[in-house]
């Protein structure tokens, strides 16, 4: 809610700040259901009007900007409780602009508020001050003169942004490595060189590496069953013979697709061939149908995390140094004569955040984790991780946490709530704008520097929803800049 005198520049700053569509303002309404912006005989119908447009949106988790002045304190109690009974913060925004400002402003409208009027106004302004801090707002935030950007005011239907926290424990981070998820393949007819454009584009706009979903069938959460998903680690082969710097991998393999010593011999071979830029995700796969197409087994979850920790374990025996034989907790091998090895030690990444067996896994084995970026969701999965490696006898530090973070990215608040629009089929647009933290560049930078500081991620492994080719590489390239 917007709160000063006539001429502080609410309704300018609102425009600057927010879509049309987000923006409900009395003058407006009045113009809509009388004969201009100042029929104040049309005053009723038009607060009336406003009420129910902020209702509906509230309903809907939609942002709303009130654009009234704000300055009587039963219409900010109302409007306050709309939000409230719809779950959304609220916030007001105080126009602390001098009454010198708003009389010249207000001197070049073509009916200029009454002199008298707007005395009174700054008066009850005065008021409203004092009384909002006391109103029981999300936050309050305040505009002097001329308009400026509050904070966060780029995020699409978020929440309000919290304060920096220590209560997760983790010290200041760097900036985290950022690594281009590729999850749809719209390649064309030119599938090598649609690849090689992403790759090309990633490396220049400084990702840190490319990271390949690994399925047999592309999944319903990304696109259609038959659009094209190419055999990731052929593809990383591809990729690894152009001139980048970029990491490569998968995020991640299921244990069930590929033999534990084959998984082995692709890994190794991919870091000779890219000069030690391999990683490997590994989860324990979790899609039925693919494996039933494919003719693969797909046994029950226990089984499959059992694979999970002797595909690990194998990893690690092939890949140290010697041909010995090999009696570990799970795994024997007779020889461990596995060549080429690997030019460095490729990074294992345990995909999945299941909480009992997967996260100690991690804990136990894993160079690092793969969590949700969600931060609620993520402090917890934190907290069950360094239990686990507690339990294991491991320091917390040796498991690096990454998180897949599938963003949408607009160059501004049109163009991204276009893009929601866009992608969230039957999915409410607010929520939908929520799970996917939908806002411009400089929001989703400000995250992963929270992620970083506050919960430790080392890595963020970023998928775009509607990757489509280099010029949405680029388009996501400013969040990679800390500032």
Sequence with gaps: MLVGPSGSGKSTWAAQHYRQQEVVSSDALRAVVGSGEFDLDASADAFALLHQIVAGRARRGLTVVVDTLGLDPDLRDRLREQGRIAGLPCVAVLF???????????????????????????????????????????????????????QGADVVD??????????HGVRQQAWPEVVLQVSRFPWGADPAGWLRSIAVAADEHGFAGIALMDHLIQIPQVDRAW?????????????????????????????????????????????????????????????????????LPFPPAAERLDLLESCIETLHALWDKGTKAY???????????AYPRPVGRPQVIVGGSGERRTLRIAAAQ??????????????????????????????????????????????????????????????????????????????????????????????????LPDLAGPDDVARLAPVLDPG
């Design 96 to 150: 602390e602009t001098p009454e010198s400002v708003s009389r010249q402003r207000n001197a070049t409208r073509d009916r200029p508020v009454p002199a008298r009027v707007l005395a009174q106004q700054h008066a009850a302004f005065a008021r409203a001050r004092e009384a909002v801090a006391d109103e029981g707002w999300d936050e309050v935030r305040v505009v002097v003169d001329s308009p400026a950007p509050a």
């Design 158 to 167: 978020g929440p309000v942004p919290r304060p920096a926290s220590e209560a």
């Design 227 to 295: 659009e094209p998903i190419p055999e990731p680690w052929v593809t990383l082969g591809m990729l690894a013979g152009l001139d980048t710097r970029l990491r490569l991998g998968t995020l991640v393999s299921p244990v069930t697709f590929r033999a534990p010593g084959i998984i082995a011999k692709t890994v190794a071979t991919l870091d000779v061939l890219s000069g030690g830029r391999a990683f490997v995700g590994l989860g324990a796969g979790w899609w039925e149908r693919e494996h039933q197409a494919f003719g």
């Design 327 to 337: 009696a570990g907790t799970r795994v024997t091998l007779p020889e461990t004569t």
């Design 366 to 463: 894993a160079d690092a984790c793969n969590l949700p970026s969600n931060e609620d969701v993520l402090a917890h999965k934190l907290a069950v991780l360094r239990a686990h490696c507690a339990e294991v006898g491991r320091d917390p530090a040796e498991v690096a946490v990454t998180v897949l973070d599938l963003p949408v990215v607009g160059t501004d608040r049109d163009d991204t709530w276009r893009r929601v629009e866009r992608l969230r089929g039957r999915t409410a647009a607010a929520a939908f704008a929520r799970r996917h933290h939908a806002g411009e560049a400089r929001s989703h930078r400000d995250r992963y520097r929270r992620l970083a500081d506050e919960f430790g991620i080392k890595t963020v492994f970023v998928g």
